[in-house]
């Protein structure tokens, strides 16, 4: 029994064992090892729109993932604590309990957890503790930057060449076999997410990707697309899939709460290129885990700057506030799947359904509130972080800036022609299918044009148009060119 001070390990999006630097610094001192979670019932409050912070998805995936490492701490000799409370007030008082004299932990970017850093850092060491910091959410650490953080290019193009040329990825950290946690009760785990005030979803028959938390499913899923599925070779001829399960890696929820981390992926496409084949699609999955990086150090850069109207462009662009009664009700027809443009209808409704979207569905359903709506785009920000499972503040945030023509390498006024995008992605029609239900007899391609069904094929078809399913909201190109103005204006 070693007679050293226990270390605590903080944990919050880390919710892994490999690949953890705090945890292997503390397993390394010899001492016993105390990690803990703290249920921050701040994290499951309201957002300024009135949606929950934290929706039953991302709830029920925690609670999988704290089970998940439970389990794996147990099988390591050890122990995880969990403690309902904001960790300014649990991270003290288990410092006091243990006599622990150190609290490491992985850092944030965002301002709402670096303020709680900072409240954490002065109440452990008014009780003897100091509190260090690991950076672990990115593939590159930002001490191997050929640039400091506030030299960041404001071109993700730039940054790519940039780290690709003189970067190199550290190696992930093995996860560990045998450590000692000191005696304290383990604490409760909810079984359910109505321990949150939330209700549990809905089961539902087409859902394809339900995923399980934690590091077991999350490397099971890894292990699944790269090796036994062999997806990886045609990843970027497929990624833009919006229904097959194997289109995409669907990697982001076990990246976005830590289960998974982004080194070890990259260790996973290194093997796989080296035992399989390296082309074009190997490349293209770590240029992904890339723009999620940059997104991540943008926000380590401008801060709250991100979140404001204007954006980091600072355009003083005429949104639609939630607070406008009809800006409130074209919202909710697009939150609700109801705006009378299919492939819209069918992200939408299939995030309601699972807490998931594809990389192709976020783009147009973006660009559709922002470009078409003209609704403030920090409403669908807002929106996806309630619903996601996969919500990650830096990517949510950097992409949808970016998608409102505001953020970091925004392109202008980027319109997607949704008509297109349909033919484009979903030119079967099958996944508008899948998830529109009134139109589950329309045929082909015609699915995402509905409007233009005749007064007879929609009797034969059984669906009436305008009743059943409801006609587009808005003239596409007509509100596009509208709204352009205003932005170049």
């Given amino acids: 029994m070693s007679s050293l001070a226990p270390v605590i390990v903080w944990l919050r999006n880390d919710l892994r064992l490999d690949d953890h630097e705090p945890l292997h610094r503390a397993i390394a001192s010899g001492a016993p090892v105390a990690p803990v979670y703290c249920i921050d019932p701040r994290q499951f409050g309201a957002l300024p729109s009135g949606v929950a912070k934290t929706g039953a998805f991302r709830a029920r995936f925690l609670l999988e993932a704290l089970a998940d490492l439970r389990a794996a701490c147990r099988a390591c000799g050890g122990e995880l604590l969990v403690r309902d409370g904001t960790p300014e007030t649990v991270l003290p008082s288990l410092v006091r309990e243990l006599g622990a004299t150190r609290v490491l932990f992985h850092e944030e970017v965002a301002s709402e ?10 109440a452990v060491e008014r009780v003897g503790a100091r509190l260090e910091g690991f950076w ?16 960041l290019p404001e071109l993700f193009t730039a940054f790519r060449t940039r780290v690709e040329r003189d970067t190199r990825v550290r190696r992930p950290l093995e996860a560990p076999t045998r450590f000692h946690s000191p005696a304290s009760a383990p604490g409760a785990i909810p079984t359910t997410v109505t321990a949150f005030g939330l209700a549990e979803p809905a089961t539902d028959a087409r859902v394809r990707f339900a995923p399980r938390g934690g590091a077991t499913a999350g490397q099971e899923r890894l292990a699944h697309y790269v090796w036994q599925a062999d997806r990886l070779r045609a990843y970027k001829d497929t990624r833009n899939g919006m229904l097959a399960l194997d289109d995409s890696t669907k990697l982001s929820p076990w990246l976005s709460m830590g289960c998974l981390s982004p080194r070890r992926v990259w260790a996973e496409v290194q093997r796989y290129e080296q035992e399989r084949v390296k082309n074009d699609s190997t490349y293209w999955l770590v240029f992904e885990l890339l723009w999620r990086d940059y997104f991540r150090f943008v926000l380590a850069k401008h801060g709250d700057a991100l979140f404001s109207a204007h954006g980091l462009q600072r355009r003083n662009l005429d949104w639609r506030p939630l607070s406008n009664q009809d800006a409130r009700v074209d919202f909710a027809r697009w939150t609700s799947g109801t705006t009378g443009f299919p492939l819209v209808d069918a992200s939408m409704r299939e995030l309601a359904a699972t807490g998931f979207m594809s990389n192709r569905g976020r783009q147009n359903v973006a660009s559709f509130l922002t470009k078409n709506l003209r609704i403030d785009w920090r409403a669908g920000a807002e929106w996806f972080e309630s619903m996601l499972v996969d919500y990650d503040v830096a990517s949510n945030w950097g992409n949808w800036a970016y998608a409102a023509g505001v953020g970091n390498d925004a392109r202008g006024f980027r319109f997607f022609n949704i008509h297109k995008q349909a033919l484009d992605y979903d030119s079967t029609g099958d996944f508008a299918r899948h998830w529109i239900t009134e139109l589950r007899d329309v045929p082909g391609p015609t699915v995402h044009r509905p409007e233009r069904l005749s007064p007879s094929d929609q009797r034969r078809l059984g669906v009436t148009i305008g009743v059943d399913y409801p006609l587009p909201m808005v003239d596409l190109f007509a509100s596009a060119k509208e709204n352009e103005a205003k932005y170049e204006r």
């Fill in 113 to 122: 957890e670096t303020t709680v850093e900072a409240n954490v850092e002065a």
């Fill in 136 to 151: 672990g959410h990115t593939l590159f650490h930002p001490d191997d930057l050929p640039f400091d953080l506030p030299s």
